[in-house]
């Protein structure tokens, strides 16, 4: 297994180079690895090299730039880390993070411990800058505890928090099938994360959540139903070829991870056949049913995502259109999420989408979420920045968050997000009502039954709207209608901020990740940066006439 040392300090990482070299050179599954890495110069860690826990093990090498050694170093150097990744990867890895002053020998006498001492073999070893002033470096390494092994993932922590360079701890557990296992704490030091922008003592108190835009990726195979697996009621179970055709379309999604090119499908006839005749009778609808942010941004989408009868558009041209627009992005995948998955990733203002197209036999008519119901429902609205930045507070709530919480954060979505109901001035300057919810804005039957009178209609209360059963595969008995779109997201706002949470946290945009606040460091960079802010809108005011 190949070991890739990613540099961030010329201090720490410079003068022990040679030493840690030799340190994993002691274990043989290092040997040839170490060699790889020593032919080559290190980089600080970026998107494009970062070895992830996800990476397959025959696929880690040793990172090289275009200062490195002359070809024939680089071409032994290759030939090394090749040799030293031949073996299939161990069915199961354990992520560990510990941070550590910098200082002659700090990081080698950690290494040593690990490779020597201990015998582990390593997979990755990442370094980065801490976010606090105690310490000066955070490092995350993966290593495989072969069945039977003497020593035990807490036992490794135990020996590593005897290492005298060693500050902090941290222990995550990562197997297989891409399930992602906290390992149980005995001490207030694990944590369920192996984020660099987390370094705490005291986030063992709530449930695993991503902490970085890579760790979506632990999400990829983790649905509640999978896209190519039709139950037997569904329009399409009997039908191999669109069997086969979504198995395909769903391995885009199976096999995407973070900082790769949106995967694009080559949409067949039938599919957009199929598509043109949802788009053409849910287009007529909009002008008297949908929302006035829905009818203003719909237009945008056609003019610069490709938004036609005739064709579907692709997840990267409208990913980009978001970004742009209020900085969400579209991901794929393969089917159903668990809510808790879904709305932790809208946190970091994702949102997850399906490619496939709905049965043909029945356009207008669709079991579960397709490509008509993300496009045509869903992705209007996450271009207006006040929808966008209700989300995203949703989803920040949901981190961390009690199963009871996440289980009202979910209905309350499903009372707003997929079937809200908005009061509306027609153009005559009588009441109306319209809707702003996917669910029915990508349902030609439900939109026209939610408007119609006939069922329950109740003043939007989030509280209550949150406790209130539905049901999934019928029309709804009860919408709830809020004063207006902008009324409704300040009442979500303020319910989620009513919610106890474990701990307070904000979404960094720059590094794409939550960072806790839980010192007074994090907290006074935080303060800093919203000085800034306001010293900014201050001097805009003062420019006005």
Not at 89 to 113: K, R
Not at 198 to 205: F, I
Not at 283 to 307: D, K, Q, V
Not at 353 to 381: K, N, W
């Amino acid at each position: 297994m190949a070991l890739s040392v990613l540099r961030n300090s010329t201090s720490l990482l410079g003068r022990a180079a040679v030493s840690v070299l030799a340190t994993a050179a002691r274990t043989p599954a290092n040997a040839a690895a170490a060699l790889a890495v020593g032919a080559a110069r290190h980089v600080p860690a970026t998107r494009a090299n970062l070895t992830t826990a996800s990476t397959p093990a025959h696929q880690v090498a040793a990172t090289q730039v275009a200062d490195a050694p002359l070809p024939g170093a680089q071409a032994a150097a290759a030939a090394a880390a090749h040799a030293a990744v031949a073996r299939p990867p161990s069915p199961a890895l354990t992520t560990l993070q510990f941070s550590i002053q910098d200082g002659v020998g700090a990081l080698t006498s950690v290494l040593g411990v690990l490779c020597s001492d201990l015998g582990i073999s390593l997979n990755r070893i990442e370094s980065r800058p801490s976010k606090t002033r105690d310490w000066d470096y955070d490092f995350f390494v993966d290593f495989a505890l072969p069945p039977g092994a003497d020593q035990t993932a807490e036992s490794i922590v135990a020996k590593l928090r005897a290492v005298s360079h060693v500050r902090h701890v941290m222990l995550v557990s990562t197997t297989d099938s891409g399930e992602l296992h906290v390992a149980p704490s005995t001490t207030t030091e694990a944590v369920a994360s192996a984020s660099p922008t987390v370094n705490t003592a005291d986030t063992a108190t709530g449930p695993w959540f991503p902490r970085k835009m890579s760790d979506l990726d632990v999400f990829a195979e983790r649905v509640l139903s999978y896209g190519a697996e039709l139950d037997a009621d569904h329009p399409g179970f009997t039908d191999k070829d669109y069997r086969a055709r979504r198995e395909l379309i769903t391995k885009n999604a199976k096999e995407y991870r973070t900082g790769m090119p949106l995967p694009s499908v080559n949409y067949t006839p039938d599919e957009v056949k199929t598509w043109g005749l949802v788009y053409d009778k849910l287009t007529a609808m909009y002008t008297n049913s949908a929302c006035r942010e829905h009818r203003y941004i719909f237009p945008l989408l056609e003019a610069n995502c490709g938004y036609a009868r005739d064709n579907v558009p692709q997840q990267a041209d409208i990913s980009r259109f978001l970004k742009e627009c209020t900085g969400f992005t579209l991901r794929p995948v393969m089917g159903l999420l668990s809510s808790r998955d879904f709305l932790n990733a809208l946190a970091f203002r994702v949102f997850y989408a399906t490619q496939y197209v709905r049965h043909p036999s029945m356009p207008f008519y669709t079991p579960e979420p397709d490509i008509c119901h993300e496009l045509l429902g869903h992705v209007p609205l996450f271009a207006d920045p006040d929808f966008a930045d209700f989300s995203h507070t949703v989803g920040l709530a949901s981190l961390g968050a009690s199963d009871e919480e996440v289980k009202k954060l979910a209905t309350l979505y499903w009372f707003t997000v997929e079937f809200g109901l908005c009061k509306e001035k027609n153009p005559d300057g009588t009441d109306g009502l319209k809707a702003y919810g996917a669910g029915l804005l990508s349902s030609t039957g439900e939109l026209e039954y939610a408007l119609s009178g006939k069922p329950e209609l109740r003043p939007f209360d989030p509280a209550k709207a949150a406790v209130t059963p539905y049901p999934i595969t019928e029309y709804q008995p009860v919408y709830y209608v809020a004063e207006s779109f902008r009324t409704m997201k300040e009442q979500v706002v303020e319910y989620a901020a009513s919610l106890k949470r474990p701990y307070a946290m904000r979404y960094n945009s720059a590094t794409e990740a939550i960072e806790i606040l839980d010192s007074k460091e994090k907290i006074s960079r935080y303060a800093q940066g919203i000085q800034a802010q306001v010293h900014t809108l201050m001097d805009a005011l003062d420019r006005l006439p």
